[in-house]
Nanobody, 122 residues
Framework: QVQLVESGGGLVQPGGSLRLSCVASGRTFKIFGMSWFRQAPGKEREFVAGIRWSGGSTYYGDSVKGRFFISRDNAGNTVNLQMNSLKPEDTAVYYC???????????????WGKGTLVTVSS
């Protein structure tokens, strides 16, 4: 099993920045990729960003390209999501996820964190 713990959520003004982190523990050698998803009130959960554990290839959802950046620290089993130029529509619960074999499809994720709330408001 793999355990995921997110941190870094909070309240930020429009145009501001926030950095989320996700620490993986347990059988981390089984991880192929780690990703961030988000779910806004009344909406379905959507893919935000993902990264392959080996090689570091990154993937982004269309709504965050050029504003959000995902990175990893293999030694610390940590994935970070740097969020810049935040908009009110970025308000959501952000979930960290890990997979044995993929990066993007929600259906392919094997492990999930409990989520951290990001609120973008003035």
């Amino acid at each position: 099993q793999v355990q995921l713990v997110e941190s870094g959520g909070g309240l930020v003004q429009p145009g501001g920045s926030l950095r989320l982190s996700c620490v993986a523990s347990g059988r981390t050698f089984k991880i192929f990729g780690m990703s961030w998803f988000r779910q806004a009130p009344g909406k379905e959960r959507e893919f935000v960003a993902g990264i392959r554990w080996s090689g570091g290839s990154t993937y982004y959802g269309d709504s965050v390209k050029g504003r959000f950046f995902i990175s990893r620290d293999n030694a610390g089993n940590t994935v970070n999501l740097q969020m810049n130029s935040l908009k009110p529509e970025d308000t959501a619960v952000y979930y960290c996820a890990a997979s044995h074999g993929t990066v993007i499809p929600e259906s392919g994720m094997n492990y999930w964190g409990k989520g951290t709330l990001v609120t973008v408001s003035s």
